[in-house]
């Protein structure tokens, strides 16, 4: 089976950068765009089935020796907060619904 090198593309939201995939099916342009069909069976956090991975050309991704390790996917994730933050951030959505609360008994 063919294996590819996801150099950029997008998979539920997540950016996926630089892991090795098996390919089902070639890329393709749909109506969202382009996108190629890969095995998720074997990364961790994907399904366990067929993904369609976003990818802008056929230049986001390369063939790769059947040699390669399939890898772990490197998914951006949200910057983490630290607990002052998430304190901060929670006291101002309670005193958001504080004044609306205020406002409609006014």
């Known amino acids: 089976m ?3 090198r996801v150099l ?3 998979y539920a939201g997540a950016t996926i950068k630089d892991v090795v995939f098996k390919l089902e099916k070639p890329f393709k342009v749909g ?4 996108f190629i069909t890969v095995c998720g069976k074997d990364i961790p956090g994907m399904p366990d089935r067929r993904i369609r991975i976003k990818v802008e050309s056929p230049n986001s991704f390369e063939d790769v020796s059947s040699d390669e390790i399939v890898g772990t996917p490197t998914q951006d994730t949200k910057p983490q907060e630290t607990d002052n933050q998430i304190i901060e951030r929670l006291r101002e959505r309670f005193q958001i619904l504080e004044d ?3 406002a409609a008994i006014d």
């Not at 109506?31 to 382009?34: D, H, K, P, V």
């Open 2 to 4: 063919q294996k590819v």
């Open 8 to 10: 950029t593309g997008v």
């Open 31 to 34: 109506r969202n765009g382009g």
């Open 100 to 102: 609306m609360t205020e």
